[in-house]
Structure formats: C-alpha cells, structure tokens
C-alpha cells in the first residue's frame, strides 16, 4: 500500500489481450521478471474477443492495461506502440497445398476455409486484409471456438490466416503467397490519469522476456530531465 501511494507502484495488475495472443508472454513475464522484483507483485489476464472490448474494460476501470490493434482512438486513453506480428496463411501437414511452392489466390479461393466469427479481433483484422487484396474465400465455416478452429486445420483440411504467435505454437504449414503481407501493430493501452513509470516498467519487462513471434516496437520512455 505504501508504494501504491508514495511510488504510484500497484501491488496488482489486471491485464487484458485478445484471447490467446499475448497470455503466454504475460505469464514469462510474471515468472521470470516480475515476480523476482517484486515479489508480493500480483498479476491477473483477462481474454477479450476484441480490442474494443479491451478498451471498454480500461474505461470501466476492469483492467489497468490492454493489448489492442491500432487504429482505435479514445480521448482518456493512452496508446503505446508496443509490438507488431504478421498474419500467415496457413493448412495442416498432410493438406495436398502443403508441398506446393508456388501459390496464387486463386489457387485459395474454392478451397475449405475457416475463420473465427465476426466481432472476433483477429477476425476483423483478417477482413480488413481480404478486403484490400480482393479476396474472399467461397467456402468458408465460421467458428468462436479457437481450439476448434485449429482442430480444423490439423485434421479437418481446412484453410485458415493466423497471427503468427499463435502458429508457432503448433505444428502448421505456411503457405507462401505472392502478396502483400498482413502486418498488424498492437498497442498497449492504458488510463491517461494512470500513465506513470511503472506502466513503462511494465513493458520494458515484457520485451526483455522475449516475445515469439512478435517484433517490438516499444521505445523505452525517455525521463524529463532539468538543467
């Protein structure tokens, strides 16, 4: 409590990122960093199905600190570019387009796809991309069930896009497309009123713990200083 109010440190974090992306760095961070330096430190994840989500959790003061795309705005929020990743298209090892070298679009189109449901955030990001590239899969399942989802993938022939923390984590193929990549950028997201150095502190211990599948972005916060 003392440093709650003289360092403006909190004895706990609520933490909230869109479902299973970022969890698994959150918890390296509270074992190998966080819990070292501040041992009575609590931490607590949130799963989100969408960034905005996330940001009416930080309004509503559900969460201290949120993972969400950029590109959302809110006046009494402060963003940080944090990390960014890349969606992949991919299939499962024994899919007939897993040995193929050479793919176009075309060559995805009539093929079994399956993606989360609208409203998901990967989902509105994998739109936003299909949307900018002019493609749109014709036979297509929808699913809220991540672990479905990749089921499908592994075993049920189907096509899917993924960020690629989440790939990396399983035993899947990528398919290499001649087009432009889909890259995404997350933000941490936080109360202005809140903004302090332990916030920075924060991501700073994230970063260190080595993010896969992410490239950071995050520009260690430069203190004020007086002559």
């Not at 739109?127 to 075993?155: H, R, W």
Request: aromatic share 12%.
């Amino acid at each position: 409590k003392i440093n709650e109010l003289d360092f403006k440190r909190p004895s706990s974090i609520k933490a909230a990122a869109v479902t299973n992306s970022v969890n698994i760095m959150i918890f390296v961070v509270l074992q190998r960093l966080f819990r070292k330096k501040y041992k009575k430190f609590d931490l607590q994840f949130e799963s989100a199905c969408s960034s905005e989500e996330i940001i009416e959790l930080i309004l509503n003061r559900d969460v201290e600190i949120g993972f969400v795309r950029e590109g959302l705005c809110s006046p009494n929020i402060m963003q940080v570019p944090f990390v960014s990743t890349q969606f992949e298209f991919v299939v499962g090892n024994n899919h007939p387009l897993a040995k193929k070298t050479r793919l176009t679009l075309n060559d995805l189109k009539d093929e079994e796809w399956i993606l989360l449901v609208k409203g998901n955030g990967f989902r509105t990001i994998v739109d936003n991309y299909f949307k900018k590239i002019d493609f749109q899969p014709s036979n297509l399942v929808e699913t809220n069930d991540a672990l479905f989802l990749l089921e499908m993938i592994k075993g049920g022939g189907k096509i899917s896009i993924l960020p690629e923390p989440i790939i990396q984590e399983v035993d899947f193929k990528f398919l290499k497309i001649k087009m432009p990549p889909c890259k995404v950028q997350i933000n941490a997201a936080f109360l202005k009123s809140k903004e302090n150095d332990f916030y920075y502190e924060f991501l700073e211990a994230m970063l260190e713990s080595g993010l896969s599948g992410f490239t950071p972005i995050f520009q260690k916060k430069q203190k004020a200083t007086t002559t």
